[in-house]
């Protein structure tokens, strides 16, 4: 009867397996890598890049040439600062190639023509954009372009540890014509808000592009143009006041068609001969005292008194630091979500007076809030 016989071969030792097992790894390892060089470039070459294109257009009847405009594509990060620049043909047109996308940095484009800043963001997430055009106009230095429209002062609340009272303004300020105000040389030239004597923690906020703001005798100044169309300003800030009450004076250089001055009920008393009594508004479930004056002129000053304010207890001087802490990281935030209550408010009222037939105004005139001011404020 046929048996199988039994293999006698020797097993290789255990340890020269193991060798051969790694050297079948390093094979493998080393043929991943050779396939990994080859088609890199190739999927690396396969990512587009994008183009961004697009054209200056002048808006101003009649206005002057755009070809030859540097414009600058913006790149910005955390760790990203990179510009890039080209110029306009003879037709105004522009583009940027082989651009990278990055989703951690934000891209747009800016021209600066005849010393106005112009610009927009793009988002490049979806892809190359479709192509945009950056609107331009002619300048001009002269401040009858500029008009005022609603000015809005919140005085919202005081305290009395440190005796001061915290203030927020909206300023709305309009340019009626088809040229962008550019501001001279002069600092008069400037656009100029007061502010009280003593005043402190200024902040501001604006839509206008490229602006910056510097220290003034009464208050600050914008550095920037101003293009056709309305344009917001908000700006907080505190100021002093010593007893019970505050004066508080402020200016209109460009006048102001509707202005709305509002202290919240039990805070404090507003009082002003020049605006009459205040009546009762409620904003957000809030009942304010409500100051209203429409039709100023340019150079238009008002005053109002502050009453009711307290002083401070022995305890709460010794307080004035921690309150201090308190605005600086809390002040601003509900200045801010109440401000957004009264911008409402004030849509919603001025919808009711064009509804009850109230005076209406120059179309060319943008409706809103603010106001450019010169001279102490408080």
């Known amino acids: ?58 808006s101003t009847p009649g206005g002057s040439d755009v070809s030859g405009v540097t414009v600058v594509l913006h790149q910005e990060s955390a760790t990203v600062h990179d510009d890039l620049e080209t110029t306009s043909d003879q037709e105004g047109r522009f583009r940027f190639e082989r651009i990278d996308f990055d989703p951690a940095v934000q891209y747009g484009v800016t021209v600066r023509y005849q010393g106005a800043l112009y610009g927009r963001d793009l988002d490049l997430s979806a892809g190359s954009p479709p192509p945009i055009t950056l609107t331009v106009y002619d300048s001009v230095d002269t401040e009858d372009v500029l008009s005022s429209s609603l000015a809005s002062v919140l005085f919202a609340s005081f305290d009395r540890s440190t005796q001061t009272v915290s203030a927020l303004e909206i300023a709305r300020i309009v340019n009626t014509s088809d040229r962008a105000y550019v501001p001279g040389p002069e600092p008069m030239k400037l656009l100029r808000f007061g502010l009280p004597p003593g005043a402190h923690g200024l902040q501001v906020d604006t839509g206008l592009r490229g602006a910056d703001f510097i220290q003034v005798d009464r208050g600050f100044a914008l550095v920037a143009s101003v293009p056709p169309g309305e344009h917001e300003v908000m700006f907080t800030y505190r100021f002093p006041y010593s007893g019970t009450e505050s004066s508080f004076t402020k200016s209109f250089i460009y006048g102001v068609e509707h202005l709305r001055v509002l202290a919240p009920e039990g805070e404090m008393r507003l009082s002003s001969d020049m605006l009459g009594v205040a009546g009762d508004v409620v904003i957000g479930g809030q009942t304010y005292q409500l100051l209203e004056a429409s039709d100023l002129p340019r150079g238009t000053r008002i005053s109002l008194r502050l009453v009711g304010l307290s002083r401070p207890s022995l305890v709460q001087r010794f307080d004035r630091r921690f309150d201090d802490i308190r605005f600086e990281y809390v002040g601003p935030v509900g200045l801010g979500l109440l401000m957004v209550a009264l911008i409402g408010f004030i849509l919603w009222r001025r919808a009711k007076e064009s509804r009850g037939g109230a005076n209406t105004h120059p179309a060319s005139v943008v409706e809103g809030g603010g106001e450019l001011q010169d001279g102490p404020t408080g």
């Open 1 to 58: 009867m046929w048996s199988q016989q039994p293999d006698l071969t020797p097993s290789p030792p255990a340890g020269l397996l193991v060798n051969r097992l790694r050297n079948l790894a390093g094979l493998f390892a080393l043929f991943g890598l050779t396939v990994w060089l080859w088609t890199a470039p190739a999927a690396l070459a396969q990512q587009p890049t994008l183009v961004v294109e697009g054209e200056v257009v002048n």
